[in-house]
């Protein structure tokens, strides 16, 4: 019972952390929407193919506020950075709309088609 409230909490602080991250610039919501750039497992964006410079630089920048935030909860959370994003993936993993690409640990890119889930077996 201690571990799920634990990893709750860690799941609140997470949303807390992405939200802001979340609010990408246009460069990045187009890419998101055309599939060319979609979240994964390991709690950060990443790219379907090779991207241009100035979406390379709009997404690098979003991956580096939220490791920023990562690190600073994870501190806080005593976990590790790596668990705390990885934890983070849960809730953007949940916020991907049909149509979006994403990418689990054991797999390659692939299209939400619907409402089905597509986290990790570790998000419960």
């Given at each position: 019972m201690m571990n799920l409230f634990k990893t709750s909490l860690i799941a609140a602080a997470a949303l807390a952390v992405a939200a802001p991250a979340l609010a990408a610039d246009p460069v990045v919501e187009q890419a998101l929407s055309a599939g060319k750039v979609g979240e994964q497992w390991d709690?950060?964006?990443?790219?379907?193919?090779p991207p241009s410079g100035d979406l390379k630089a709009a997404v690098?920048?979003?991956?580096?506020?939220?490791r920023a935030g990562y690190t600073q909860v994870a501190a806080a959370r005593n976990v590790t950075v790596d668990q705390f994003a990885q934890t983070t993936a849960?809730?953007?993993?949940?916020?991907?709309?049909?149509?979006?690409v994403y990418k689990l640990k054991d797999g390659g890119w692939q299209t939400r088609k619907g409402s089905e889930s597509i986290t990790p077996d570790y998000c419960g």
């Open positions: 709690g950060y964006l990443g790219f379907v193919s690098d920048a979003i991956n580096i506020k939220r849960c809730q953007t993993l949940r916020a991907v709309k049909p149509g979006q």
